[in-house]
């Protein structure tokens, strides 16, 4: 998404001054971005309560903001360490935390299970019974509090019998009656207490379906997409409806930042979650429900001029995980006009860039860069320097700068 050249010229100045005492590399959070994507999100989602995905934001002082909003209630964590640290304490950030994914961390467990008000406030994901017996081995049932315990739904697209699969490897539990088994494994254990639901639809919520440049792929995405929604629909539905025979949810979560006017459309899903599009990094771009505006950018300082036309920033390689690509890669956006170089691509300690305005570019001139992913971005830098209006206004920790490191 390239801003018109006078519009990237004002936002390259506005950035430069606000951080004109300020030593790259930083990173800075645009607060009016951030509000606005954070209001655009709320929009989006039709009145459903937003769980805030944490990977995607990796900051406290952020979630907190977020959470303060009316549209959004409680955090989708990555890991369990990272769910107890933001329910606990003097001032957790949350009394409501579904770690978004299987855990088998044995402390985190020990810590989760000597706490009755930690239990109270942390679900665990689960889709096999084999993740019950790991509570179980760490914990007896009779020696702990009760655990809170979701479903995850494997909410991919299968076609071919089965041959075809579209979508992210997550649970196995595909079909309503494996969801309704599992539900009865977990209902009649003792220690455990079926609370949840939770059917993310990756290849619709994660797939830019307008990618730029690529027309035909989006097309082909569109098709699959449309596709996607429908199946799930009808069976995320019967799945849920199987699983409420035998325990009474509390909740059904479903989605993410692509996909939030489909899964808000779903009866059957009572919350949904997202997080990406907070920061709105750049594989949040192709998307045509929805523009965010970049939140989260860069700067790295130019240390050098290798050759004419050519300059080099200090480091740089902030990559975005994922099936490797030029995609994944950290984009130079402020000056405009800047590239990497295809045989050096990011560097781990430098980053060489070409184009026009490398020629104006002097040593110590920053170049502004905005991240593939969200909350990647904050494992680079202990600040993140909100910005509000011109002025940079606070200081916000990401995990890093607060010494966590959940992996
Ligand atoms: C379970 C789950 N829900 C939702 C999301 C969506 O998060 P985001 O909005 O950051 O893309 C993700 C992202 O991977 C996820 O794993």
Redesign the pocket.
Known sequence: MALPADDAETARARLDAATADLDPPMAVLDLDALDANAADLERRAAGRPIRV?S??VRSRPVLRRVLARPGFAGV?AYTLAEALWLTGGEDPVTDDALV?YPTADRGALRRLLSDPDLAARVTLMVDSPDQLDLVDAVVAPAARPEVRICLDLDASLRAAAGRVHVGVRRSPVHTPDEAADLSRAVAGRPGFRLVGL?A?E?QV??VQDAPPGRPLRGLAVRGMQAASVRELAARRAAAVAAVRAVAPLEFVNG????SLETTAADPSVTEL?????LYSPTLFDGYRAFTGRPAALFALPVTRRPAPGTVTVAGGGWIASGPPGTDRLPRPVHPAGLRMIGTEGAGEVQTPLRGAAATTLRIGDRVWFRHAK?GELAEHVAVLHALTGDRLTDAYPTYRGEGQAFG
Do not use: I
């Open positions: 995905a990977k995607s989708l978004g939770m993310y990756a919520a994660g989605g993410g930042t692509g979650a997202a997080g990406s599009g969200a």
